[in-house]
């Protein structure tokens, strides 16, 4: 018999997303009608939408969400015209009217084309005809200031896709009330890059070496909700002296449940950190092309008064965009790495690893088995 040779140890380590994942047309094609379609996508923020007629806009691939109030009651239509398929709104946000830019045809909360210049001689649409070239309309549903669309006409509630994750949503929109930052901004590297790249802390100490390797002490916990996950972490002595300090100066009103620090992955594409009970980051990482996202980053800060106030907003921004941009220039680094030719495993994930095995796991769920 001859002897059973076992396979080296670092085949169990292997994820479940091969690098020739990270790039390529068809792949993103799959992942748009697998993984973003039937899920919950978060395209923006209520403080956006307030007066009739705001809207909001959202860039998926090649498609586009917009989402507009009339008269107090949000809807969300695929952005294309039913005439001749010009985009509608054409800006990330604003106030106007759903009517096309190419030729006036104007649509209404139903997403009906009411206003047609011209019909009675042009096209003589009847009331029925107007009613099925009504605009492909997405579900909606908001959890604090946080609305989310989902593409696909029948699946979950909101509140079922996110599980436990829906009342942290509540709970921190309703601790952190003021949009302090919102930025964005486009990476040139696949949108599964960024998320795993925004959940591990394995890079910290040499990508955040003067930035985030201060916040934070050695050992994160995973926790795991469905396809969702956080990691629970304790900041450091300098970190928690820092936040104890603004927190009376800027008399900021902390949350009793989150004192510490937490990262939430909301599948697929969102990745949160609450930090001090106090400060709430959200970045959408949303694919552009197969190899090019755009991360929309906001941040959120606790009720507080006094004039210390505003200086602790310019230090957490700042804070933030330095490491904004540490991760954009090591996102395109990686990028540059899993696009060469030849690469058809997939990467090594070790214990530091575990939330990005968690999210391949649940992207591979998603694309099915023999698809990755």
């Not at 829906?166 to 960024?194: F, M, Q, S």
């Not at 980053?297 to 904004?324: C, D, N, P, Y």
């Not at 997939?346 to 649940?362: I, K, S, T, Y």
């Amino acid at each position: 018999m001859p002897d059973t040779v076992c396979p080296p140890h670092y085949r169990t380590l292997l994820g479940q997303v091969p690098a020739e994942n990270y790039a390529g047309a068809p792949t993103l094609r799959r992942e748009l009608d697998a993984i973003f379609r039937p899920s919950w996508l978060c395209v923006g923020f209520t403080s956006d939408l307030k007066a009739h007629n705001d809207f909001i806009t959202f860039q998926l691939g090649p498609h586009s969400i917009v989402v507009q109030n009339f008269k107090g009651a949000l809807k969300a239509f695929r952005n294309v015209c039913s005439h001749r398929f010009s985009r509608i709104q054409t800006e990330a946000c604003g106030n106007r009217s759903l009517t096309c830019p190419y030729h006036g045809w104007r649509y209404d909360g139903e997403g009906r084309p009411m206003g047609i210049p011209h019909n009675e001689t042009a096209f003589g649409l009847t009331d029925d005809d107007k009613t099925a070239l009504a605009l492909e309309a997405y579900a909606l549903e908001v959890v604090g200031h946080f609305v989310f669309v989902r593409m696909k006409s029948s699946g979950p509630t909101l509140r079922a896709f996110l599980g436990d994750v829906y009342d942290v949503l509540e709970h921190v929109a309703a601790t952190c009330p003021e949009r302090i930052e919102n930025t964005v901004h486009e990476v040139e590297a696949n949108w599964k890059l960024g998320v795993e790249n925004g959940v591990e802390a394995y890079h910290h100490p040499l990508v955040h070496a003067d930035t985030f390797s201060y916040v934070l002490q050695p050992g994160v916990v995973m926790n795991t909700y469905g396809p969702h996950c956080t990691h629970e972490g304790i900041l450091t002595e300098k970190s928690a002296h820092w936040w104890t300090t603004v927190t009376n100066m800027a008399r900021l009103t902390v949350s009793d449940r989150y004192r510490d620090y937490v990262s939430f992955l909301i599948f697929p594409n969102i990745v949160t950190t609450f930090t001090a009970g106090a400060f709430f980051t959200f970045q959408i990482l949303t694919p552009l092309s197969d190899t090019r996202m755009r991360i929309a980053s906001s941040g959120w800060l606790a009720e507080g008064a006094g004039a210390a106030r505003q200086a602790v907003i310019g230090a957490l921004t700042a804070f933030s965009g330095k490491v904004r941009d540490e991760d954009k220039t090591i996102c395109e680094i990686a990028q540059a790495g899993v696009s060469e030719h030849g690469l058809n495993r997939p990467p090594l994930l070790g214990e530091v690893d575990n939330r990005v095995r968690h999210f391949q796991r649940a992207y591979a769920d998603c694309m099915g088995v023999g698809d990755v």
